[in-house]
């Protein structure tokens, strides 16, 4: 509460000095109005991000945008309309505001340790100003009254104290400005998890079918963003197996807007910790596998069809579930089986595995419901090099850039294949066959490691707890006066607060009350 | 699975509120007409001319004691103010029923769209509004108080309805009810903050008929009581935040994803935040403060209107 706004004196003062413009540029950030300035700042400054698509959570839509608006994209983009959360001009709002933040701390901090060391004020002379007042006569003299009403006031939890014979002087609520203190360090300590979060966390996300396991490397994962301070041989090396994903959709109710919604996801797994131990568990949204290096959640799901490729002498040349992605709500995905191990050539097909196919007359094959009602795969063949110059790609696309489309026997137009589970389907000059054998589901698990998050959560907390006492809590000062007049002390009670305390004359009449009272029946 | 009576009869509870609210905010309105200027016993006749209204932010001014109570407002007025208030009880018994009806019809807590938060967030500030008359006479706040609810529960149900369903996965939570419920009471508080704040603004300066604003009371106490309800609404939005915070890294993996629904969350808080600070500087006046006030209620209208519907975000299905 010491640190207002000075008047404005200072500003015209001539010559300040180096020292005297720095102190001053001080005082003004620490000022309660530059904090109220920053924050309205903040709270202005963070809106752009939620109506401009952010590259940093969904970089396919920033471009999409970006493509769309070609005159104003660039500029926006200049702006950092499209990674506002790490802009320098958002980073300069917070971070000016936690400077601020701590420049008004300190100084608090020791004015309210003093204050909380030393005595409550002397009793100003004529009580009947203050806010509150009242006051009353008892029988008895004057040293007994006073310890009467130091009674009475420490019994309302007041501190008390007396500068001389004829008053006491109390005050309570310094919770107030601790809880205070409490909120404004903990919103510090809060930015501090979070910082501790982003330099010393990782996540990383992978794509696991039924039946399949992960075991924590960098190398195993599909995505690995390591913070700059994280040692990548550290990751605590536990595996989880998939035993089986289940989902399930809303096919009860075929009237309903919500036909075909999804209504659960579960990954059964057995997980094998670091030092062996081994458990089973369920992974599900809103119930994440907390382990001890990371945390493992189920953010994703989706089918994986099982194909076999074979060669012409019915060696396997590929086999297994091969996740394609899920591009709707009804699960048309996409997705490339690469068989590799193909000589003379490579080889490689991509396409669409739709879980309840049916073919419309405009938009061709889709997906008519989000579970495996009527599964059917549909793909085009590619001869070449799969990975040419040893480039990577992701597990759901085929680089084409060197491989050729091939066609059907007839030659009249690119293969297309066709298959339902079962079936099989020769390949052309005589390369071998594929087979849909059936289908799985995959969970897309993503694992994080945030060693800041305690700390973020117990600040908040923290914070929480502050607010609720800086909000509640009332400082007030009650002051007893005393003056002997013959056989009985007259007594005169006021109080005073610094906020809004609409109880504050109640409480005056209460003390005086039980003070004339208690020490009447003595 | 959904129980289609039992929607059917939330929907009844619905209209009913709708319709004693709207009584009660006539009654309201007829007590307001008819009540009797409160502070005119107070102040002498003859300087007329001054606004009744002492200068926000200046040093605490001389309240007219407390018992200069209008006893001159009609028996009328007196009595249409008695139905209406309990009318509103009603109300908001009635809201509460078509939550819990909605509830069992969709076997699931029913704060899973824009429709269930609006009918919700009636209730809670019809319940605000009436306990606050446990504790002082509020009569003269319940015209505007019901009509907002009118307003709402008439938009609700023509443009956002939507039929009782499940949800989708990622809202099934025991944190759905702690997070979404605390986050509806605490916008029921500032709802009525809002209203109190716009009343202390217009009174403070004077908008229209003096002899009307006469009615209510005294500019300064209106701004303090509008205080005392955002003080209480502020640490319940605070612990929205967190508990959408503990929840959303539950569901996707991470605290904070700056997410659309995120980003106007915390900018709620942090207006609020700056509408505190405002009252606590003093260089800044109290008009300030409340139009900060005003303007953190914008943001919660935003928030569940124009994000709602626009913005893509993990949120999306809360339409
Ligand atoms: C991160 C930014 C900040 C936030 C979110 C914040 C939030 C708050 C809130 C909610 C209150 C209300 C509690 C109350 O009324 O007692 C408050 C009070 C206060 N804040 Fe801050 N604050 C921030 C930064 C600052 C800074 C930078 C300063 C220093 C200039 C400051 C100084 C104060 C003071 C002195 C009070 C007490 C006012 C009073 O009760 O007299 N705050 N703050």
């Known amino acids: 509460m010491a640190t207002r706004t000075r008047p404005e004196r200072e500003v015209t003062q001539p010559r300040l000095g180096v020292v005297g413009y ?8 620490t000022s309660m109005r530059t904090a109220l300035f920053l924050l309205l700042l903040l709270a202005i ?8 698509p952010q590259r940093s959570i969904d970089p396919a839509q920033t471009d999409a945008w970006l493509a769309r608006h070609e005159t104003t994209g660039p500029w926006l983009d200049r702006l950092g309309a499209f990674d506002v959360y790490s802009s320098p001009w958002f980073s300069a709002i917070y971070l000016l505001l936690f400077i601020s933040l701590i ?31 009242a006051d009353g006569e008892v029988e008895g003299d004057l040293a007994q009254v006073r310890e009467a009403a130091t009674a009475v006031l420490r019994k309302r939890r007041f501190r008390v104290a007396s500068h001389d014979e004829g008053s006491v002087s109390a005050e309570r609520g310094y919770g107030k400005e601790t809880g205070n203190l409490v909120f404004h360090t903990a919103l510090v300590t809060l930015i501090i998890g979070v910082a501790v979060g982003h330099l010393w966390g990782w996540k990383a996300d992978v794509v696991v079918p039924s039946g399949d396991s992960f075991v924590s490397t960098v190398t195993r994962y599909d995505t690995f963003a390591p913070g700059p301070f994280v040692d990548e041989s550290s990751l605590s090396p536990f595996a989880v197996e998939v035993e089986e994903m289940t989902a399930d959709f809303n096919d009860r109710e075929p009237t309903a ?30 119930h994440p596998l907390e382990m001890d290096g990371a945390t493992v959640f189920l953010l994703g799901n989706g089918y994986a069809p099982v194909v076999t490729v074979k060669d012409d002498d019915g060696k396997v040349l590929y086999q297994g579930a091969t996740p394609f992605l899920a591009q709707d709500g009804n699960y048309r995905s996409t997705g490339a089986v690469k068989v590799g191990a193909a000589s003379p050539e490579q080889f490689g097909f991509v396409g669409l595995f739709l879980p309840t196919a049916y073919i419309d007359p405009e938009l061709g094959p889709v997906s008519v419901f989000p579970d495996t009602k009527s599964p059917a795969l549909a793909m085009s063949m590619y001869t070449g090099e799969l990975f040419p110059d040893g480039r990577p790609q992701s597990v759901f696309t ?25 079936e099989s389907a020769e ?39 502050g607010l609720i006492a800086t909000l509640t809590i009332k400082r007030r000062r009650v002051f007893v006066r005393l003056v002997q007049d013959g056989d009985v002390v007259r007594v005169d009670v006021g109080g005073m607060s610094k906020d809004d305390d609409e109880r504050l004359p109640e409480i005056v009449r209460e003390i005086r009350d039980e003070l004339v009272g208690q020490s009447r029946t003595s | 699975m959904t129980n289609e009576i039992l929607a059917q009869y939330a929907n009844y509870a619905l209209a009913s509120a709708a319709l004693v609210i709207t009584v009660a905010m006539l009654c309201y309105a007829l007590y307001l007409a008819q009540a009797v200027p409160v502070r005119e016993a107070a102040e002498v006749r003859a300087d007329a001319k001054v606004p009744a209204t002492v200068g926000a932010g200046e040093a605490k001014g001389e309240d007219p ?94 443009a956002w309805y939507v039929e009782a369903d499940e949800v989708v996965p990622s809202l099934k939570s025991y944190w759905l009810p702690i997070h979404v419920t605390v986050a509806t009471l605490s916008v029921g508080i500032f709802v009525v903050g809002a209203i109190v704040s716009a009343l202390y603004l217009m009174s403070d300066r004077g908008v229209g008929s003096e002899r009307f604003w006469r009615k209510l009371p005294e500019a300064s106490a209106l701004e303090k009581f509008s205080y005392s309800l955002h003080i209480i609404g502020f640490p319940l939005w605070t612990f929205t935040l967190i508990a959408g915070a503990i929840w959303a890294r539950e569901a996707w993996g991470a605290y904070w994803n700056w997410d659309p629904k995120e980003v106007w969350t915390f900018v709620i808080w942090t207006v609020y935040a700056a509408y505190l600070h405002a009252r606590a500087t003093k260089n800044t006046s109290r008009r300030t403060a409340n139009w900060i006030a005003i303007a953190g209620f914008a943001c919660i209208v935003i928030n569940y209107t124009v994000v709602n519907f626009y913005f893509i975000g993990q949120h999306s299905y809360a339409q």
């Not at chain 1, 400054?45 to 401009?52: I, K």
């Not at chain 1, 209504?263 to 809103?286: C, I, L, P, Q």
């Open chain 1, 22 to 29: 720095l102190r001053w540029g001080w005082r003004q950030l």
């Open chain 1, 45 to 52: 400054g963070a809106v752009p991000g939620s109506v401009f």
């Open chain 1, 103 to 133: 420049g008004c701390i300190l100084p608090r901090t020791a004015v309210h340790w003093k204050a909380l060391r030393s005595k409550p004020p002397r009793a100003p002379k004529r009580l009947a100003r203050l806010e509150a007042h």
């Open chain 1, 257 to 286: 807007q919500t036909f075909g919604q999804p209504r659960d996801f579960e990954a059964h797994v057995n997980v094998t910790e670091a030092d062996g131990s081994t458990f089973t568990d369920s992974v599900k949204v809103n």
């Open chain 1, 398 to 422: 085929l680089d084409t850039a060197s491989m050729e489309a091939v066609n059907n026997a007839e030659g009249t137009d690119q293969l297309r294949l066709w298959l339902t589970p079962g």
């Open chain 1, 427 to 465: 390949l052309p000059d005589g390369k071998g066959t594929i087979s849909f054998d059936g289908v799985e589901r995959f969970a897309g698990f993503s694992v994080r490691h945030d060693p800041g998050k305690g700390l973020t959560l117990w600040s908040a907390l923290a914070a929480l707890a």
């Open chain 2, 65 to 158: 004691p407390s018992s200069v109570v209008a006893a001159e407002t009609p028996l009328k007025a007196r009595k249409a103010a008695g139905i209406a208030g309990s009318l509103s009880w009603l109300g908001a018994a009635l809201l509460l029923a078509s939550f819990a009806l909605r509830g069992f019809a969709v076997e699931r807590f029913p704060l899973g769209n824009l429709f269930e938060f609006s009918v919700a967030g009636a209730f809670f500030a019809m319940a605000v509004y009436s306990v606050a008359g446990l504790r002082r006479d509020v009569r003269w706040l319940g015209v505007f108080v019901t009509a907002f609810v009118v307003l709402l529960l008439m938009v609700a149900s023509t």
